[in-house]
């Protein structure tokens, strides 16, 4: 079992102290407690006990740039008026993947985004759209052809073998609801989990997460805070995780984007 001192992934942000926390393993779901759907038979998720990390473990992980985009988790404090113009365009941005108005909402607010900050995209970006959800949910991600929550996971827009997950695109997320989400990921990239579960034809992109919380329960699962008016960046092709959400007066909303997506400025300490 591969302990946090040996993360493979690095975590950027200004502050991140305040805003990462570290749960001492993972267990299989179980019947929901929260407003959620049930989840599947083979979901896992982590354990509730977290704690801070020490100075030893920030210092193993923490970076300065996001970078390398393919192994990095950053947060990002967004401008003000943009998100509150995404605010304002949210109840608008709905509609079919393949539309022209949900194509146009997207490019206006990726658009918004570029002018107000440090992001920007090697090549085009894909809207994912927004996306609401229950608040309060201990876990997040459901597989809509189930209607089963599936626990820690790996994305697989990009439709790449266990090899390529490296050069994947990354995710970024933006938090446009009123309370705090979460974003919960094992800190190994993809190579090293496959690399830990040796020779094994049976383990795919589907259910690689699912065999090393079997194998290693007590791996290490970080957890990053991501306020309102914040976002993430992360190569979730490249990292098994979920997300989170605190309870709150209105739907857990979030913004999202798929591209070869940069952050260029640093973080201050």
Same mark, same amino acid.
């Given at each position: ?12 942000? #200004?502050?991140? %102290? ?20 049930? /989840? #599947? ?19 193993? +992980? ?39 108005? *949900? !194509? =146009? ?10 002018? #107000? ?6 090549? @085009?970006?894909?809207?994912?759209? +927004? ?26 827009? &990009? ?5 390529? $997950?490296?050069?994947?695109? #990354? ?17 190994? &990239? ?15 992109? =589907? ?7 079997? %194998? *290693? ?9 991501? @306020?309102?008016? /914040?976002? /993430? ?21 979030? =913004? !999202? ?11 201050? $300490?």
């Amino acid at each position: 079992m591969r302990s946090l001192l040996d993360s493979s992934i690095r975590v950027a942000g #200004t502050d991140i %102290r305040d805003c990462l926390w570290l749960h001492p393993g993972v267990e299989r779901a179980c019947e929901p407690t929260d407003s959620g759907e049930p /989840y #599947t038979e083979t979901a896992f998720i982590p354990v509730r006990d977290r704690r801070r990390l020490s100075g030893e473990e920030l210092n193993s +992980i923490a970076s300065l740039w996001h970078w390398p985009s393919s192994s990095c988790v950053s947060i990002l404090r967004l401008d003000e008026d943009a998100i509150n113009e995404m605010r304002c365009l949210k109840d608008h941005a709905f509609g079919h993947p393949a539309s022209e108005d *949900f !194509a =146009a909402h997207g490019s206006k607010l990726w658009e918004v985004l570029c002018a #107000t900050s440090h992001i920007s995209s090697l090549g @085009p970006t894909q809207w994912l759209g +927004i996306s609401r959800r229950p608040s309060g949910l201990r876990t997040s991600t459901f597989d809509g052809s189930c209607g089963l929550r599936i626990g820690l996971h790996l994305d697989s827009w &990009d439709q790449a073998g266990l090899h390529q $997950r490296h050069m994947c695109r #990354t995710r970024l997320c933006i938090n446009l609801g009123l309370r705090t989400r979460g974003l919960f990921f094992l800190p190994f &990239d993809i190579r090293t989990i496959t690399e830990t579960l040796g020779a094994d034809p049976q383990v795919h992109s =589907a259910n690689i997460g699912q065999r090393f919380c079997e %194998r *290693f329960p007590g791996s290490p699962v970080l957890e990053l805070e991501v @306020p309102p008016g /914040y976002a /993430y960046l992360a190569p979730t092709e490249n990292l098994i995780h979920d997300g989170r959400s605190e309870p709150s007066p209105e739907h857990d909303i979030t =913004a !999202a984007w798929l591209g070869f997506i940069t952050y260029s400025a640093s973080f201050e $300490r």
